[in-house]
């Protein structure tokens, strides 16, 4: 959906075809866009202990 919707933004290389992500060219995206979207994924996989001490360094409102 990305590339579809900017392509000038975001592309995809062979080499991550068997990957679920694309890349994004430098320069080229919002980073108060791209901030909640990364974190959200990192909280998807990070550990337990990990997530523990990010929610301890930066609380919530």
């Not at 959906?1 to 990957?19: E, G, S, W």
């Not at 992500?21 to 202990?49: F, M, S, T, Y």
Request: no cysteine; aromatic share 12%.
């Amino acid at each position: 959906m990305l590339m579809q919707a900017d392509p000038a933004t975001f592309f995809l290389h062979p080499h991550y075809i068997p990957h679920n992500l694309v890349l994004v060219r430098a320069g080229r995206i919002d980073p108060a866009w791209a901030r909640p979207r990364l974190i959200r994924h990192w909280r998807e996989a990070a550990p337990k202990r990990w997530l523990k001490a990010w929610d301890a360094a930066n609380p919530h409102p």
